[in-house]
């Protein structure tokens, strides 16, 4: 994509800052001692800074002597190749007025700092359940680790026929990252994969108990992950997202025109926005996402994977802050919309919503309780249950629910393609998942239903030796599942009843041809 078009001047800029400081070190100053709830409380703000205030120019000191003077306490520095920011606290004399700081000569944009959530939740396995399963342990069951893998690729046995499992393709899940970060590589989860285990880039703000690690055996655990073989890093999610995407720049450089797919298992909440901040909070957002379009215009085969949202409602026409659990008067990025276009050849990632396994005897999966949902989804995958590695409990799998889990499924699927398919670029791959998907197999309520009835599976050219299921292996397969000895019984006597039928067909058939053979004889030189 060669313009932006929810902000068409920032991708031009962003490229020239990009070329001009393409190699430039990710810088980053914290305050000593800085608590989180200290970094990211009401009172704190992100002040970006103008193109001729960089960070160690001289108009860069004035503008540190105005927010000292104006009592505002710097408590983070960060340059990269994409912005110059500051993070600072207003409440230490309680700055009213937030255009005192926007008024300040080299200040580009003053807004409330963004909270980093998690769009994940554990799930607790549902009645009835049983089985274990050797490779995932007792937190999972053998009918939710099934119904994961068939409902994702259409076989009965996980994994059994699927070639190209990711090799040649680096995926990148940038999340929260685990707090044993030792411990987590060394799972067998993370040692185990064909790809080798996962590269880490650390940062000490992004810690947390199993959400990254889930995500990633996910996707590519040598356990349950359909792309075991793909090259994997984790990037932990840190306070400055255009580091992180100078990060994710810099991986692209090393895959020497590989596939590099970033699964984007979360949301920046902007919380507690007030009407004259929406206008800055809104530039923001739209820097961050051309910062995204600015990468893939670099790295054609680049592509963001972006869980939905797990607030149940429709970000697509949202045209200010809306609150929800947990967040009042909130945006969200880069989940939220506004009515401008959002078809995936729109914005720069695809955004991934979640359905729960089939429930009805027609088939249709029902798009799950917590997803987000509407036309600017572009596409479901299956996010209810899934099995995953808990690394809060030792490295067990456990059964887990979440858009953050149908988003790195979805990126799975992509790297299976790009695995096939390596000469494919970004947007030939996304299409082509997108064209194959199942159409109108979702069960929608009737807040929901006018979304896009999209469900990812793995297209059948992409595994090998798959033979394709009739209804009736279909159906013999769900009555040996279920241990249903009627269904097995009634199936019998109509294989039966086929074969009679078949059998009384064809005698009479013989019956009757050798009376026209006996009947059409004739003596010599009648002709």
Not at 185 to 213: C, F, K, V, W
């Amino acid at each position: 994509m060669d313009e932006n078009p929810y902000a068409p001047s920032l991708v031009p800029k962003l490229k020239s800052r990009l070329a001009k400081r393409g190699n430039s070190p990710i810088l980053k100053w914290i305050a000593p001692k800085l608590k989180k709830s200290q970094a990211f409380s009401k009172s704190v703000y992100v002040v970006q800074l103008s193109a001729d205030a960089e960070i160690g120019t001289p108009k860069y000191d004035r503008v540190e002597e105005q927010l000292s003077e104006k009592g505002a306490r710097i408590i983070e520095k960060h340059s990269n190749r994409f912005e110059d920011t500051l993070i600072v606290d207003t409440d230490n004399n309680g700055i009213g007025n937030i255009e005192l700081l926007r008024s300040i000569n080299g200040v580009d944009i003053v807004y409330p700092r963004p909270i980093p959530k998690a769009l994940g939740m554990t799930k607790q396995l549902k009645n009835g359940l049983t089985g274990d399963i050797n490779d995932v342990g007792d937190a999972c069951s053998k009918s939710e680790t099934r119904n994961q893998a068939s409902i994702l690729d259409h076989i009965t046995a996980p994994f059994a026929n699927i070639k190209n499992r990711g090799e040649g393709v680096h995926i990148v899940v940038w999340d929260f990252l685990p707090k044993d970060r030792q411990k987590f590589a060394q799972n067998p989860d993370m040692l185990n994969r064909a790809g080798g285990p996962p590269t880490i880039y650390d940062d000490e703000t992004a810690s947390e108990d199993m959400h990254g690690g889930a995500v990633c055996s996910t996707c590519c655990g040598s356990g349950v992950g359909l792309a075991p073989a793909s090259k994997l890093s984790i990037i932990g999610l840190t306070s400055s997202v255009t580091g992180d995407l100078s990060i994710i720049d810099e991986i692209c450089k090393d895959a020497n025109g590989g596939a590099v797919i970033v699964n984007m298992s979360f949301a920046l909440e902007f919380q507690n926005v007030k009407q004259e901040d929406i206008p800055d909070a809104k530039k923001s957002m739209d820097t961050l996402t051309a910062a995204m379009d600015t990468l893939k215009a670099l790295h054609p085969k680049l592509v963001f994977v972006v869980a939905a949202g797990n607030e149940s409602l429709n970000p697509c026409d949202t045209k200010g802050p809306v609150s929800f659990s947990g967040c009042n008067d909130c945006l969200m990025w880069p989940q939220s919309r506004y009515g401008e276009a959002y078809g995936w050849k729109d914005v720069p990632f695809v955004l991934v919503g979640a359905t729960d396994a089939a429930k009805n005897q027609g088939g249709d999966r029902e798009i799950a309780s917590f997803s987000n949902f509407g036309k600017c989804v572009h596409v479901f995958a299956h996010g209810s249950p899934v099995c995953s590695l808990d690394t809060s409990k030792g490295g067990d799998y456990v059964a887990i629910a979440g858009t953050s889990f149908s988003s790195p499924l979805f990126a799975s699927m992509l790297a299976l393609y790009f695995s096939a398919k390596p000469e494919s670029t970004a947007d030939q791959a996304v299409g082509y998942m997108i064209e194959n998907a199942e159409k109108g197999t979702i069960k929608f309520t009737q807040d929901s239903k006018d979304s896009l009835n999209r469900f990812a599976i793995v297209p059948t050219e992409l595994n090998a030796g798959k033979i394709k299921k009739t209804p009736i292996t279909s159906f013999l397969e769900s009555g040996v599942e279920k241990g249903n000895i009627h269904t097995i019984m009634t199936l019998l006597l109509i294989i039966f009843a086929v074969f009679f039928v078949f059998y009384i067909f064809r005698k009479r058939s013989t019956d009757k041809q050798k009376n026209i053979i006996k009947n059409t004889r004739r003596a010599p030189g009648t002709f």
